[in-house]
């Protein structure tokens, strides 16, 4: 790169903005000239343009201000260069496009049907614009969260999910250790007689009524755990939005969460900074054929039902979950459980399908009972059903 330096007014004329864009960055600390004239002109180089790229770029894409500044300073934390920063754009505008094209498609599906139907087709344009919104609002639920949960009651692991995850989380007296989007508190609730002395233990989700109700749920063990000195606090917290302080846990876990954030290499970027130099972080996730017969029996019955799922989940599964996890952390170890479901209760089966969000309690309210008949009689048929069930964790260190 050349040492030449432009004035606000050229770098304005080369982006096609506004001289006042360019200020308006400047003064909120996104775009700072690398330095003054003698006479008090701003200088601009040629980093200064790559910069106004990637915040026209976010921008772009929806990002708020506030946002931008946190992506923009945790890749000039993460000292990534112009290739690293051009993959994430892209992403970034491949995840955009595909929304798009569901979008598009939808569409012109209502166009080309008959009247009669165009108003089930919108529902599912409404879903594809509302989709996050809608699986927050599923995680915001402590009983539509127990009803997903529910299903795994049927494993054919001798270890349950949240005992196989405790194991491997190897916890130390006297530990900072920090869990986001903790749920109900599941992971520790009929645990907490194992959680060694002084422990430190920090509880977050960004529901606030989740967390209430994990409040409530630790309540009656405050002083088995005063006894131990082990403290809990809870935190309403965003994995989008995250701010934590450096190097501050021993360990940190994201339990079956970090494909629904959206902000990914931020919250990624963030919690690598505030793990202690011999801290570890936990994420477990699922792979490309988790509940794959579950998902299908949905699709052959009604194919207008959402199964967001399979796209919601896919930016963070057990195959491509270790590229993203490298960027962050140097030594990386996998770990899957063996575990099915054989589940011989219909109506299991039924309320983990009606938890769906998006449209399926919306088609269910008319076609519930024939969903849940045709289900018993493939029970009947086969005894019970089996569900393929593909989850893992990764153990990431510095």
Request: proline fraction near 3%; glycine fraction near 6%.
């Amino acid at each position: 790169m050349d040492d030449k330096y432009y004035t606000a007014g050229e770098i304005a004329r080369i982006a096609g903005v506004s001289l006042r864009t360019i200020r308006y960055y400047d003064a909120k600390g996104l775009l700072p000239p690398v330095s003054h004239s003698d006479t008090g002109y701003r200088h601009y180089d040629k980093g200064s343009l790559a910069l106004l790229q990637r915040i026209l770029m976010l921008k772009y894409l929806g990002f708020s201000l506030e946002e931008i500044q946190r992506l923009v300073a945790a890749q000039e934390a993460d000292a990534l260069d112009q290739e690293a920063i051009l993959a994430h754009q892209k992403n970034l505008l491949l995840e955009r496009r595909q929304q798009l094209e569901q979008l598009i498609s939808t569409i012109e599906l209502a166009q080309k049907c008959p009247q009669e139907d165009k108003w089930q087709i919108l529902v599912r344009c409404l879903n594809l614009l509302t989709s996050e919104e809608k699986v927050l609002e599923q995680y915001q639920n402590p009983d539509n969260l127990q009803r997903r949960i529910n299903i795994h009651n049927f494993s054919t692991s001798s270890q349950g999910w949240m005992d196989w995850v405790y194991e491997r989380l190897e916890l130390e007296p006297g530990e900072s250790v920090l869990e986001l989007g903790c749920g109900t508190g599941l992971l520790w609730l009929e645990r907490l007689h194992l959680l060694p002395e002084g422990l430190q233990l920090t509880l977050t989700d960004r529901s606030r009524e989740m967390l209430e109700q994990t409040r409530q749920n630790m309540a009656p063990y405050e002083k088995e755990l005063a006894s131990r000195k082990v403290r809990i606090t809870y935190q309403v917290l965003d994995a989008n939005a995250l701010e934590l302080p450096a190097a501050s846990f021993d360990r940190i876990i994201a339990n079956h969460m970090l494909y629904h954030v959206e902000r990914r290499e931020t919250c990624l970027s963030a919690i690598a900074r505030a793990l202690k130099p011999q801290g570890t972080f936990y994420c477990s996730t699922v792979g490309d054929t988790h509940m794959q017969e579950l998902h299908q029996l949905v699709t052959a019955f009604d194919s207008r039902i959402d199964v967001p799922f399979l796209s919601m989940t896919g930016g963070f599964h057990l195959e491509n979950a270790e590229p993203q996890l490298l960027r962050h952390f140097t030594r990386i170890e996998r770990q899957d459980q063996d575990n099915d479901l054989i589940v011989d209760d219909p109506q299991a089966i039924y309320d983990y399908i009606c938890s769906f969000p998006g449209n399926a309690s919306l088609i269910l309210e008319q076609r519930g009972q024939e969903l849940l008949s045709l289900i018993r009689d493939k029970l009947d048929r086969e005894g019970a059903m089996f569900i393929h069930k593909s989850t893992g964790i990764f153990i990431c260190r510095h």
